[in-house]
């Protein structure tokens, strides 16, 4: 297995890239190799696109779900993997979460960089937890995601701008000055959404065409809400949410 030294890489392939300066600013780098992963065909080939025109990178796969996201860096051994968190399923955990998991059980040197539309608390931590070294939102300009794609395989954690400042606020607990105290910290932004309008008296179908959801995916929340909240019925949940001040008009 190669490291991400820039010395072991690109032990096959990317060798026209590798005289361009490359990762390593160097002649006789290789190329940093890249797989790229993602359910929609124009952004992949798009994506595609922008990173094999860049000095010192190289596609050498793409993939469009997770067995085929698994069976590329089994096969290619990439130093990147670009990684959608939706990969056309519709399960509680997000696909790509579980290959971000896979790839890095598999190649533990294998980073991989988040490029999704998801920009919610559950999904950031989710990843990071999974074992992804970056996450970036899908309108980041290409310079944006070609820095974040060197800096993951140079062994560092990216995160964009737009998740950046809130990850920080989660794990040190501060919030900007002069802000007010985050009503039941305990469940993410989008519990609090979703617990806000249960307290308003909206029903499971009105919640989802409210937040454009699933109604299944408004159950998932609603089961994290009660767990977290140690509520054992929605109405307990309702009154603990009036207590914080939501459910208000």
Same mark, same amino acid.
């Given at each position: 297995?190669?490291?991400?030294?820039?010395?072991?890489?690109?032990?096959?392939?990317?060798?026209?890239?590798?005289?361009?300066?490359?990762?390593?600013?160097?002649?006789?780098?290789?190329?940093?190799?890249?797989?790229?992963?993602?359910?929609?065909?124009?952004?992949?080939?798009?994506?595609?696109?922008?990173?094999?025109?860049?000095?010192?990178?190289?596609?050498?796969?793409?993939?469009?779900?997770?067995?085929?996201?698994?069976?590329?860096?089994?096969?290619?051994?990439?130093?990147?993997?670009?990684?959608?968190?939706?990969?056309?399923?519709?399960?509680?955990?997000?696909?790509?979460?579980?290959?971000?998991?896979?790839?890095?059980?598999?190649?533990?040197?294998?980073?991989?960089?988040?490029?999704?539309?998801?920009?919610?608390?559950?999904?950031?931590?989710?990843?990071? *937890?999974?074992?992804?070294?970056?996450? &970036?939102? @899908?309108?980041? =300009?290409?310079?944006?995601? $070609?820095?974040? %794609? +060197? #800096?993951?395989?140079?062994?560092?954690?990216?995160?964009?701008?737009?998740?950046?400042?809130?990850?920080?606020?989660?794990?040190?607990?501060?919030?900007?000055?002069?802000?007010?105290?985050?009503?039941?910290?305990?469940?993410?932004?989008?519990?609090?959404?979703?617990?806000?309008?249960?307290?308003?008296?909206?029903?499971?179908?009105?919640?989802?065409?409210?937040?454009?959801?699933?109604?299944?995916?408004? *159950?998932?929340?609603?089961?994290?809400? &009660?767990? @977290?909240?140690? =509520?054992?019925?929605?109405? $307990?949940?309702? %009154? +603990? #949410?009036?207590?914080?001040?939501?459910?208000?008009?």
């Amino acid at each position: 297995m190669r490291g991400d030294e820039g010395g072991s890489r690109g032990e096959s392939g990317g060798g026209s890239e590798a005289g361009r300066g490359g990762f390593g600013g160097g002649d006789g780098v290789a190329a940093v190799r890249i797989v790229v992963v993602d359910d929609h065909p124009v952004f992949r080939m798009g994506m595609t696109a922008l990173l094999g025109s860049l000095p010192g990178l190289t596609v050498a796969a793409e993939a469009e779900d997770l067995e085929s996201a698994v069976a590329a860096v089994r096969e290619h051994g990439p130093d990147v993997v670009v990684m959608d968190l939706h990969l056309g399923d519709g399960d509680r955990t997000p696909s790509g979460v579980r290959a971000t998991r896979e790839v890095v059980r598999l190649r533990p040197g294998t980073a991989v960089l988040v490029v999704t539309m998801l920009d919610d608390d559950d999904s950031v931590f989710a990843s990071m *937890r999974a074992g992804a070294r970056g996450y &970036l939102l @899908k309108g980041a =300009a290409p310079a944006e995601i $070609e820095r974040a %794609v +060197r #800096a993951v395989a140079n062994g560092e954690v990216i995160l964009g701008p737009a998740v950046a400042s809130r990850a920080v606020a989660y794990l040190t607990g501060l919030r900007p000055a002069g802000a007010p105290p985050v009503a039941l910290p305990e469940l993410t932004a989008r519990e609090r959404e979703v617990l806000d309008l249960v307290a308003r008296g909206l029903d499971n179908l009105a919640i989802s065409r409210r937040l454009f959801l699933s109604p299944k995916t408004v *159950r998932n929340h609603l089961s994290n809400i &009660l767990a @977290k909240l140690q =509520a054992t019925t929605r109405a $307990e949940a309702i %009154v +603990r #949410a009036r207590q914080a001040g939501l459910g208000e008009s």
